[in-house]
């Protein structure tokens, strides 16, 4: 089988020749170092006077942008299908670099729906970006936000499409691209405003909420829609609805609010001929049964530092939903040895790989992740995946 | 209890900012025939059954930061009406988000709920370095230290922050708590923390019991 045939056929939840793998973001870090290149110290160059605005012009430019997103992206797929993989998230994401005078660096990112990124070391020599604020906490500067730009998101839509396209065309006859459309509906929700904000909003002022759900629902089918014709066979969604010990809302709450949206996003998934994974932190065995009801066709990630076990949801939603994950990232793939490895990956086969549906990843990403791990964890596959099962 | 105490007590468990506040507000103007005292006693008391709730998996984190929005306003109300050191306090705790690290929501629903439980907090915020939590140790004498993780790659701080407050010296004196995404048991175990907390309601209870003690 190639990885085509092999990874949709486990999404089928048939056995095919051994488990599929899959990686997830793959930080910089990681990709530089499958791939031999030295990371780039961005932080430093923003830090000289008169770098700093030449900088920070080009990343606001939207042909330098794409560009240098396009490298990024093209830097994983060229380095997960060296690593052995079958598949591997792609994400399209805009922004812009501003002044702000409450960060050291003087510099932040805002993104096109309105959160603040912060810019760090990677601890690797590179650049992260991590999500710190909202800036539409009010019902006002969010109609302000949005109101004002129309034409940047039907800019960001029709990027996203040229982006996931050149990937299929560049990449499809070595490994899925696997369109992820992030952030969700839920996180372009409550991250603009901050999860404080948006959970006082919600009991406030719930016909707002519902509004903006709405807005963000649209947006993101046609973000969706996009993707899907960009010639990918897989799209991912998701959104965080976890957090370590539970679900971040109620669960009845995200159906009354989301379960509409969700339902018109797998319909359309669907209407394509496609299958459709979701990716969400955290401890999400709440929603497990709400995944197979929204119409979700597999789960990306399923966290083992917050409890989630694949064994365990394999027992909960039998074969109705396709498994990926898990293998942790918080120890693992960072600095476990290659038996722990080893062991790891034979646990999650034998938890979840009988019958098809299942394709083995780490949980997730970051840029301390060792290349020479995920190796060994696709060195475990090949010995241990192999249908039919025998671990 | 009285009416009014009960009342403010349900609202905040209904999640009714507006009908606790307006509970607070006639104890503070002495319509209610009760003290500010018995109000923040209530408030405290309300918080407790949130937090089994929480704990026994019937609330979830909406709903925590939340009531923990209408404890907060409602303290403010009641506690501002209270002559200063009238309040009986159980200790002070600093509080941070350790360095590189800009994520603060688990930080501030335990500040919300330690501050309500009868702590003073010194809340250093976020992307906090080593040297500051040990400035805040010998500044404000605390009965422990709260540091807060949400990333994997910046959990290095928290055993960092350790090593800065033993080699000042104040390792003895004060107890270290940790919790967020990034964090386990096993990691609390490994940088020789006092304790890991899962959550902030649990954190609340493993420094009660500190103070207890």
Same mark, same amino acid.
């Given at each position: 089988?190639?990885?085509?045939?092999?990874?949709?056929?486990?999404?089928?939840?048939?056995?095919?020749?051994?488990?599929?793998?899959?990686?997830?973001?793959?930080?910089?870090?990681?990709?530089?170092? @499958?791939?031999?290149? *030295?990371?780039?110290?961005?932080?430093?160059?923003?830090?000289?006077?008169?770098?700093?605005?030449?900088?920070?012009?080009?990343?606001?430019?939207?042909?330098?942008?794409?560009?240098?997103?396009?490298?990024?992206?093209? $830097?994983?797929?060229?380095?997960?299908? %060296?690593?052995?993989?079958?598949?591997?998230?792609?994400?399209?994401?805009?922004? %812009?670099?501003?002044?702000?005078?409450?960060?050291?660096?003087?510099?932040?990112?805002? #993104?096109?729906?309105?959160?603040?990124?912060?810019?760090?070391?990677?601890?690797?020599?590179?650049?992260?970006?991590?999500?710190?604020?909202?800036?539409? =906490?009010?019902?006002?500067?969010?109609?302000?936000?949005?109101? =004002?730009?129309?034409?940047?998101?039907?800019?960001?839509?029709?990027?996203?499409?040229?982006?996931?396209?050149?990937?299929?065309?560049?990449?499809? $006859?070595?490994?899925?691209?696997?369109?992820?459309? *992030?952030?969700?509906?839920?996180?372009?929700?409550?991250?603009?405003?901050?999860? @404080?904000?948006?959970?006082?909003?919600?009991?406030?002022?719930?016909?707002?909420?519902?509004?903006?759900?709405?807005?963000?629902?649209?947006?993101?089918?046609?973000?969706?829609?996009?993707?899907?014709? =960009?010639?990918?066979? @897989?799209?991912?969604?998701? #959104? #965080?609805?976890?957090?370590?010990?539970?679900?971040?809302?109620?669960?009845?709450?995200?159906?009354?609010?989301?379960?509409?949206?969700?339902?018109?996003?797998?319909?359309?998934?669907?209407?394509?001929?496609?299958?459709?994974?979701?990716?969400?932190?955290?401890?999400?065995?709440?929603?497990?049964?709400?995944?197979?009801?929204?119409?979700?066709?597999?789960?990306?990630?399923?966290?083992?530092?917050?409890?989630?076990?694949?064994?365990?949801?394999r027992e909960h939603v039998g074969h109705k939903l396709a498994l990926v994950g898990n293998l942790d990232v918080s120890h693992l793939l960072v600095n476990g040895t290659?038996?722990?490895?080893?062991?790891?990956?034979?646990?999650?086969?034998?938890?979840?790989?009988?019958?098809?549906?299942?394709?083995?990843?780490?949980?997730? =990403?970051?840029?301390?992740?060792?290349?020479?791990?995920?190796?060994?964890?696709?060195?475990?596959?090949?010995?241990?995946?192999?249908?039919?099962?025998?671990? | 209890?009285?009416?009014?105490?009960?009342?403010?007590?349900?609202?905040?468990?209904?999640?009714?900012?507006?009908?606790?506040?307006?509970?607070?507000?006639? &104890?503070?103007?002495?319509?209610?025939?009760?003290?500010?005292?018995?109000?923040?006693?209530?408030?405290?008391?309300?918080?407790?059954?949130?937090?089994?709730?929480?704990?026994?998996?019937?609330?979830?984190?909406?709903?925590?930061?939340?009531?923990?929005? &209408?404890?907060?306003?409602?303290?403010?109300? +009641?506690?501002?009406?209270?002559?200063?050191?009238?309040?009986?306090? +159980?200790?002070? &705790?600093?509080?941070?988000?350790?360095?590189?690290?800009?994520?603060? +929501?688990?930080?501030?629903?335990?500040?919300?709920?330690?501050?309500?439980?009868?702590?003073?907090?010194?809340?250093?915020?976020?992307?906090?370095?080593?040297?500051?939590?040990?400035?805040?140790?010998k500044a404000h004498q605390p009965l422990a230290v709260g540091l807060s993780c949400l990333l994997t790659i910046t959990a290095g701080e928290v055993g960092k922050v350790?090593?800065? +407050?033993?080699?000042?010296?104040?390792?003895?004196?004060?107890?270290?708590? &940790?919790?967020?995404?990034?964090?386990?048991?096993?990691?609390?175990?490994?940088?020789?923390?006092?304790?890991?907390?899962?959550?902030?309601?649990?954190?609340?209870?493993?420094?009660?019991?500190?103070?207890?003690g």
């Amino acid at each position: 089988m190639d990885f085509r045939q092999r990874f949709l056929t486990a999404l089928a939840h048939e056995e095919p020749d051994r488990v599929p793998l899959m990686g997830m973001i793959l930080d910089t870090a990681t990709t530089n170092q @499958v791939l031999g290149k *030295a990371p780039t110290d961005v932080i430093a160059l923003l830090r000289k006077p008169l770098l700093r605005p030449i900088l920070q012009g080009l990343m606001n430019n939207s042909w330098f942008w794409n560009r240098m997103y396009y490298s990024t992206a093209s $830097d994983i797929l060229e380095s997960a299908a %060296r690593l052995g993989f079958d598949a591997n998230w792609t994400i399209y994401f805009r922004m %812009r670099l501003e002044a702000d005078a409450g960060n050291e660096l003087g510099l932040v990112f805002h #993104d096109v729906w309105g959160r603040v990124w912060e810019l760090a070391p990677d601890g690797k020599g590179g650049l992260t970006t991590n999500y710190s604020r909202g800036l539409c =906490s009010t019902e006002e500067q969010w109609e302000a936000w949005v109101g =004002s730009r129309q034409p940047l998101f039907d800019r960001v839509i029709a990027d996203a499409a040229v982006f996931h396209r050149r990937l299929v065309e560049a990449y499809g $006859d070595r490994i899925l691209s696997i369109g992820y459309a *992030a952030p969700g509906i839920f996180e372009n929700s409550w991250q603009p405003m901050g999860f @404080v904000e948006f959970t006082r909003l919600v009991y406030q002022k719930p016909d707002f909420v519902k509004r903006v759900v709405a807005f963000h629902t649209d947006f993101y089918l046609r973000y969706l829609e996009a993707i899907l014709g =960009s010639g990918v066979d @897989v799209v991912l969604g998701g #959104d #965080d609805l976890g957090q370590k010990t539970g679900p971040l809302m109620r669960p009845e709450l995200i159906e009354k609010f989301y379960g509409d949206s969700y339902r018109r996003v797998t319909n359309l998934v669907h209407r394509h001929g496609k299958k459709l994974l979701w990716h969400s932190c955290g401890n999400i065995y709440p929603f497990l049964d709400r995944f197979v009801d929204w119409g979700i066709d597999g789960l990306v990630t399923l966290e083992p530092t917050a409890g989630m076990d694949l064994g365990k949801v394999r027992e909960h939603v039998g074969h109705k939903l396709a498994l990926v994950g898990n293998l942790d990232v918080s120890h693992l793939l960072v600095n476990g040895t290659r038996e722990e490895i080893e062991d790891a990956v034979k646990n999650a086969v034998r938890g979840a790989a009988r019958g098809g549906g299942y394709v083995l990843s780490a949980a997730h =990403s970051h840029p301390h992740i060792d290349a020479t791990r995920l190796r060994w964890m696709v060195d475990a596959a090949q010995q241990w995946g192999r249908y039919p099962i025998r671990v | 209890m009285h009416e009014t105490l009960d009342a403010m007590k349900q609202s905040l468990l209904d999640l009714d900012m507006d009908g606790a506040l307006t509970q607070a507000r006639s &104890i503070v103007a002495g319509a209610a025939g009760v003290s500010a005292q018995d109000g923040v006693n209530a408030v405290a008391e309300a918080l407790q059954v949130v937090g089994k709730r929480f704990q026994d998996g019937e609330w979830f984190v909406g709903e925590l930061v939340y009531a923990g929005e &209408i404890a907060t306003s409602a303290m403010q109300l +009641l506690c501002a009406d209270l002559a200063a050191g009238t309040r009986p306090r +159980l200790g002070t &705790i600093v509080v941070g988000t350790v360095a590189g690290d800009v994520h603060d +929501l688990g930080k501030n629903i335990f500040v919300n709920f330690a501050r309500s439980a009868g702590f003073d907090i010194v809340d250093l915020g976020v992307n906090v370095a080593a040297v500051q939590f040990v400035d805040a140790v010998k500044a404000h004498q605390p009965l422990a230290v709260g540091l807060s993780c949400l990333l994997t790659i910046t959990a290095g701080e928290v055993g960092k922050v350790l090593d800065a +407050l033993g080699a000042a010296g104040l390792r003895d004196r004060v107890k270290v708590i &940790i919790g967020g995404a990034a964090l386990t048991e096993q990691f609390a175990r490994d940088v020789a923390a006092d304790a890991f907390a899962p959550d902030a309601v649990t954190g609340t209870d493993i420094v009660k019991s500190w103070s207890a003690g």
